[in-house]
C-alpha cells in the first residue's frame, strides 16, 4: 500500500493583514477533504527568509546557514505544491521570489499547481509570470489553476473565504490533477535521489 504524497500549500504573501492566509486555509480544507495528500500549510510570514543571503549556488546544495537547512528540509519532504499567491504590480510577491531562489533540486520533478487572487484580473497576471520561474526549476505546473477575482468579496466577517462554484470546482480539478502527476512523477524523483 503506498503513502498519500504530501502536498504542501505555501502562502507567498507575508503583509500584515494579507488575504493570503484565510485563501490558504480555505485551500487546504479543500485538499484534506480530497483525501489525497498529506497536507501542509507553509507560511512564508512564519518562515521569514532573509533575501537570499547563501553564498554558494543552490545547486551545490551547499548550505551555510540554519534557516536555508531548514527551508530545503522543508521542500525536500515534499510531493506537491500549491503557491496561493496575490497579484503585486503584474506580479507574483517578492517573498514568494526569494523563497524558490534559495533551492535548486528540492523542487525537481515536482507538480504545482496555483492559486491567484487579486482584483478584477484574479491575479492572472502573477500566475503567468510565475510560470516561466516554476518550469526553471523543473517544477511541473498543472493546466488549472484557481484564479479568484476581487477576493474580497468571498471573505466573511469571520475572516475565511466563502467560495463560489467556480473556485470549488477549480479547486477540486486541480488536486485531481496533482495527484495524478506527483504518483506519475515519483519515479523521476527517485531516480534524481538516487
Request: aromatic share 6%; proline share 7%; hydrophobic share 45%.
Amino acid at each position: 500500500m503506498s503513502t498519500r504524497p504530501v502536498l504542501q500549500i505555501i502562502v507567498a504573501s507575508t503583509r500584515p493583514g494579507r488575504v493570503g492566509l484565510p485563501v490558504a486555509e480555505w485551500f487546504r480544507s479543500v485538499a484534506e477533504k480530497h483525501g489525497g495528500f498529506t497536507v501542509e500549510l507553509v507560511d512564508l510570514a512564519e518562515l521569514n527568509l532573509p533575501m537570499m543571503d547563501e553564498p554558494n549556488h543552490p545547486r551545490l546544495r551547499q548550505y551555510v546557514h540554519e534557516h536555508t537547512q531548514r527551508w530545503s528540509a522543508t521542500v525536500d519532504r515534499a510531493d506537491a505544491f500549491v503557491m496561493v499567491t496575490p497579484e503585486y504590480n503584474h506580479s507574483f510577491s517578492a517573498a514568494l521570489k526569494n523563497a524558490l531562489d534559495y533551492l535548486s533540486h528540492e523542487w525537481a520533478n515536482k507538480p504545482v499547481g496555483t492559486v491567484s487572487y487579486g482584483g478584477i484580473s484574479a491575479g492572472t497576471r502573477a500566475q503567468v509570470a510565475l510560470r516561466p520561474v516554476l518550469a526553471s526549476l523543473k517544477l511541473f505546473p498543472t493546466g488549472g489553476a484557481v484564479n479568484i477575482p476581487v477576493v474580497r468579496q468571498f471573505l466573511t466577517e469571520e475572516g475565511t473565504v466563502e467560495p463560489n462554484d467556480v473556485m470549488s470546482a477549480a479547486a477540486d480539478a486541480m488536486l485531481v490533477e496533482l495527484e495524478v502527476l506527483a504518483h506519475t512523477l515519483a519515479p523521476l524523483r527517485a531516480t534524481a535521489q538516487s
